[in-house]
């Protein structure tokens, strides 16, 4: 039963446009989003994360925006680098609970 | 600053063996979390360590255990192996509260044959 449910295995965007990455999850207790970036042979790194008090967070290239009636979020990165080509999961987690749930992953490609 | 390290970072075992991964968290972190990563699946938490004590647990059978030492480094223990268990298993560290800026090491890569 996945919670946190990222429906694009994979995302292909042109240099300098913007990337937009998906999420939803099934339960309304979750109040905390985090998004994780992950390079091969690497651990996943923390990118930026909302409360659900918020509909917005930004933070420099990357903005995360929360639809809580949709239980649905989204980060854009705008402008797309080559740098940013990676693994994207989104995570969630539930008031003072330590278990973050992960989604499966978006694997984002910048095109030249 | 060391980040958060792990070792080994590969590991074949055969079916029934038991393994022992080891992770050193960063420094100042005393708050250690384990995750699964099944291949083509995101992490799935398996527990997490504070003051040497499991605090919490996933949804994983008796036969993950797990210590947390007074250094705050920490084991993941898996007996009896199965073929299933074949995975990225991967620490990550944070400050206890703040358990949503988990910093991850690269992982152990465990295939069971």
């Known amino acids: 039963d996945q919670q946190v449910k990222q429906n694009s295995p994979s995302l292909s965007v042109q240099e300098g446009r913007i990337s937009i990455l998906n999420c939803d999850y099934t339960?309304?207790?979750?109040?905390?989003f985090l998004w994780y970036k992950k390079y091969p042979a690497e651990g996943p790194t923390f990118l930026i994360s909302i409360s659900s008090i918020k509909d917005k967070n930004e933070d420099g290239r990357f903005t995360v925006f929360l639809n809580k009636s949709a239980k649905h979020l989204s980060l854009h990165i705008v402008p797309s680098q080559p740098g940013d080509s990676a693994v994207y999961f989104c995570?969630?987690?539930?008031?003072?609970?330590?278990?973050?749930?992960f989604g499966k992953g978006t694997r984002l490609h910048i095109l030249p | 600053d060391a980040g958060v390290t792990q070792s080994p970072t590969h590991l074949i075992k055969t079916r029934g063996q038991q393994v022992t991964l080891r992770c050193s968290p960063k420094s100042g972190h005393d708050t250690v979390s384990w995750y699964q990563q099944a291949l083509g699946q995101g992490p799935q938490f398996i527990f997490q360590?504070?003051?040497?004590?499991?605090?919490q647990r996933g949804n994983f059978p008796d036969r993950f255990s797990g210590h947390q030492f007074p250094n705050y480094s920490s084991e993941l223990n898996v007996n009896a192996l199965l073929l299933g268990d074949s995975a990225l298993y991967l620490c990550a560290s944070s400050l206890v509260g703040a358990y949503e800026k988990l910093f991850f090491g690269s992982g152990t890569q465990l295939s069971v044959l």
């Open positions: 339960n309304s207790m979750f109040d905390y």
């Open positions: 995570a969630a987690s539930e008031g003072g609970d330590d278990k973050i749930i």
């Open positions: 360590y504070y003051e040497e004590e499991e605090r």
